[in-house]
């Protein structure tokens, strides 16, 4: 090869390499990570893998606030509410939770501002808290009505419906349950459509309602199976196991064990407690209550380590059962007085009575909408009757038709105003005292729900649309002149 050659042939390989250098420098870089793409990262693998989870949120929220990005800061912070509820870590799920909620207030956002008091609620519920649960689902609920948020108000309804079953109020929980099955539906979200189903299943399950049970239940599965949501299977078989506890003890211990198997697998902490709680119960109805002892210790160790009482009461309930299975009656007395001490710090009458309160408060708040929305649409007929009128006067056609309108306004109006009327008397009736008051023997003095001793009559008065006025009855009157009588006669 000649030098000439050469020279041709380094021009040529240099002409290449520059070439390909200036389309590289022109070729834009890969775009940087964004905290929108990594939130929804996080949420979407924050049941399989909460630990990655957790690392991927915290990584968005640093972004975000570098960026000055406060939507996707907010969403960070839900991401690491819902990590830390999954790993059983309720008071930093709670402080996260709160956060974000408040993050999401302070840039606008109510749609993000409602899931974080709805996330508040199932934190609450979680620990058993059920009054303070309902004031954030409430909460929550109340945005997403002012906002029109179809699948966020499915949620709301979903997660009040858990919430009343939790406190045995079946009417109220399949009410709500049923309300976000229909909406689901609308919005043919599949996933969410199983927790309906599902939720609906463990209802009829505590009713005891099998076939019910059984049939919601195994719809759930169904689609929870051809969507691989591993963690939801779980809970799905171990709801199946709760079903069948009664009449098939053998094959509710086997929903259970395929349960445990994917809990563990995935380091569900409070669901592997729980369905080790449901194994160690199935142990002992089967006859084997030295291993049921063995299964519920596990299970206590569990609830323990993660805080939650709902499952210590249960643990404490069982063990006390098991070994009195096994004529260890010492001990069974001792987790008794546990089970029952626990129980007592958890569901006492004040939280009853808060919660009572807040359905009635609730329930009137409902009445007062539809009062609303009733007057709204009796005045849209108005217009539209005036409308009419207005194009009015052009022939007997016309007329008779205003003629008819006008009579199906009035029938309208008369309904309106009946309906109007009934649920006024209801939201009266939610503010009458109900149930069993705190009364003290001598003095009649009621204890209000923060433990203070009230007068009969101030108690009442702020709780009700009575006053008060004060007499003597005949009897009382009889008495007060022969005491007067008498400490005259001594005086005398």
């Given at each position: 090869m000649t030098i000439f050659s050469i020279s041709r042939l380094a021009l040529a390989i240099g002409a290449i390499l520059l070439s390909s250098w200036t389309v590289?420098?022109?070729?834009?870089?890969?775009?940087?990570?964004?905290?929108?793409?990594?939130?929804?990262?996080a949420k979407r693998i924050s049941s399989d893998n909460p630990q990655k989870s957790g690392e991927i949120a915290r990584h968005a929220l640093t972004l975000a606030r570098a960026a000055g990005?406060?939507?996707?800061?907010?969403?960070?912070?839900?991401?690491?509410?819902?990590?830390?509820?999954?790993?059983?870590?309720?008071?930093?799920a709670a402080d996260f939770a709160q956060q974000s909620a408040d993050a999401y207030a302070a840039a606008g956002h109510r749609k993000g501002q409602a899931q974080g008091f709805n996330t508040l609620g199932l934190i609450s519920s979680d620990r058993g808290d059920y009054p303070r649960a309902l004031e954030f689902h409430h909460k929550a609920l109340a945005i997403r009505l002012e906002i029109n948020d179809e699948e966020g108000l499915s949620y709301s309804y979903n997660n009040l419906g858990n919430m009343y079953r939790n406190v045995q109020?079946?009417?109220?929980?399949?009410?709500?349950?049923?309300?976000?099955?229909?909406?689901?539906?609308?919005?043919?979200?599949?996933?969410?459509?199983?927790?309906?189903?599902?939720?609906?299943?463990?209802?009829?399950?505590?009713?005891?309602?099998?076939?019910?049970?059984?049939?919601?239940?195994?719809?759930?599965?169904?689609?929870?199976?051809?969507?691989?949501?591993?963690?939801?299977?779980a809970s799905t078989y171990n709801a199946i196991g709760l079903a069948l506890d009664e009449s098939d003890p053998s094959a509710a211990l086997a929903e259970f064990e395929k349960a445990l198997a994917i809990r563990e697998r995935l380091n569900d902490r409070r669901g592997t407690a729980g369905t080790l709680a449901n194994i160690g119960e199935m142990?002992?109805?089967?006859?084997?209550?030295?291993?049921?002892?063995?299964?519920?210790?596990?299970?206590?160790?569990?609830?323990?380590?993660?805080?939650?009482?709902?499952?210590?009461?249960?643990?404490y309930d069982h063990l006390a059962t098991a070994e009195a299975a096994r004529g260890n009656f010492q001990a069974a007395y001792d987790w008794h007085q546990k089970y029952a001490t626990l129980k007592d710090q958890t569901f006492n009458q004040q939280n009853s009575d808060r919660l009572n309160r807040l359905n009635a408060a609730y329930e009137a708040t409902q009445r007062e909408q539809q009062i609303r929305l009733l007057n709204k649409e009796a005045e849209l007929q108005q217009a539209r009757l005036?409308?009419?009128?207005?194009?009015?006067?052009?022939?007997?056609?016309?007329?008779?038709?205003?003629l008819a309108l006008y009579a199906h306004r009035r029938n309208s109006e008369r309904r309106y105003r009946r309906q109007a009327a009934e649920l006024q008397a209801a939201i009266d009736a939610a503010k009458t005292l109900r149930g069993l008051l705190p009364i003290c023997a001598s003095c009649k003095k009621i204890r209000d729900d923060r433990g203070s001793w009230q007068p009969m009559e101030s108690y009442i008065s702020a709780r009700s649309d009575a006053d008060f006025t004060h007499g003597y009855c005949p009897s009382c009157s009889d008495d007060i002149i022969n005491d007067a009588a008498r400490s005259e006669s001594r005086l005398i």
């Open positions: 590289l420098a022109q070729t834009p870089a890969p775009p940087a990570e964004s905290a929108a793409a990594l939130n929804e990262e990005d406060a939507v996707n800061a907010a969403e960070a912070l839900h991401n690491l509410a819902v990590v830390q509820r999954n790993m059983g870590r309720y008071d930093l109020d079946y009417t109220r929980a399949l009410e709500n349950h049923f309300k976000a099955l229909e909406i689901k539906k609308r919005l043919n979200d599949r996933s969410s459509l199983a927790f309906s189903y599902a939720n609906i299943g463990t209802v009829y399950s505590t009713m005891g309602d099998v076939p019910k049970a059984l049939e919601a239940l195994r719809e759930a599965l169904r689609l929870r199976q051809e969507l691989g949501e591993a963690r939801y299977v142990q002992r109805r089967l006859d084997r209550p030295d291993l049921a002892v063995v299964t519920l210790t596990r299970a206590l160790a569990i609830a323990d380590e993660i805080r939650a009482p709902v499952l210590q009461i249960e643990m005036q409308r009419l009128q207005i194009i009015g006067g052009a022939g007997a056609l016309l007329l008779i038709a205003l």
